[in-house]
């Protein structure tokens, strides 16, 4: 699949480049979790699991200034002066343990419920909790306390939100039974209905590799990656942008926001 070349490129990121690339899957997922959380009727949540999400950004944007500091003071002669200015407090490992908890007991309610929704908001939990456990590693954290998990790495997130968008697409197959789909690649030629094109394995695959909804979430992964891939400098620039492009109006990669019914 074209995914396996993408998730190729998704290992050359290391570091906060790496946590910026798993807060972008979350923020992109999170109408998933606002919208399940809507339907319990348990607007707790749906404020708790955004500040948790959106709350990625300020912390992210603090770490990479904080590493362009060190970067600068190590290629230049102190200057005595001072440039200390108002901010947030920053985000320490006791702080991302309390969230970490938190989340995680969101994750334990949720993904006892037996439900597509469930699936899909539990996804977007995991998905915030692996940014900030990658944003604690990056900072060496993990050197400061030993109850802090190990960050599964960028690819493994790729991958998960790869998988709901593929998971997406069956059931839409799954559940058009009469239809009829015509497909031709250089490779494939397929011509049935769903339940055929699902137990054909090489027309499947050309399927969802050309279906727009899967390379529109690969495009995304990849412009994200692309702004990421700048110097330390430039890459503060970009983070409000990458935050705008993962938010995508409230709209997740498979169509889901608040306002789905």
């Not at 955004?50 to 944007?61: N, V």
């Not at 954290?141 to 998988?163: K, R, W």
């Not at 030629?189 to 050309?210: H, I, K, M, N, S």
């Not at 330390?232 to 169509?255: C, D, F, M, P, Y």
Request: proline share 3%; charged share 25%.
């Amino acid at each position: 699949m074209q995914s396996d070349r993408h998730l190729q490129k998704i290992k050359g990121l290391r570091g906060l480049r790496a946590s910026a690339f798993t807060a972008a899957l979350a923020q992109r997922a999170l109408p998933h979790s606002q919208l399940f959380a809507e339907l319990l009727g348990d607007q707790r949540s749906i404020r708790a699991v955004s500040a948790f999400t959106e709350g990625l950004w300020p912390a992210l944007q603090q770490a990479f200034e904080k590493t362009l500091g060190a970067e600068r003071t190590s290629a230049a002669k102190p200057s005595g002066k001072s440039s200390a200015k108002a901010r947030q407090p920053e985000a320490g490992p006791d702080d991302i343990r309390l969230y970490l908890e938190r989340l995680d007991q969101q994750l334990q309610a949720w993904s006892a419920q037996d439900s597509y929704g469930a699936v899909l908001a539990s996804s977007q939990l995991e998905l915030t909790m692996e940014a900030w456990i990658s944003l604690a590693e990056a900072q060496r954290f993990h050197d400061l306390t030993d109850d802090l998990p190990d960050f599964v790495g960028p690819v493994s997130c790729a991958q998960d939100t790869i998988n709901s968008v593929i998971n997406y697409l069956q059931l839409q197959l799954e559940g058009d039974e009469d239809a009829r789909i015509e497909l031709e690649t250089e490779a494939v030629r397929f011509e049935g209905t769903p339940a055929e094109l699902l137990a054909d394995d090489e027309a499947l695959v050309a399927y969802l590799d050309q279906h727009e909804v899967l390379q529109a979430e690969l495009g995304f992964q990849t412009e994200v990656r692309l702004l990421l891939d700048v110097p330390t400098e430039k890459l503060i620039g970009h983070l409000k942008r990458i935050q705008t492009l993962a938010h995508n109006g409230g709209v997740s990669s498979i169509g889901v926001s608040l306002e789905s019914e």
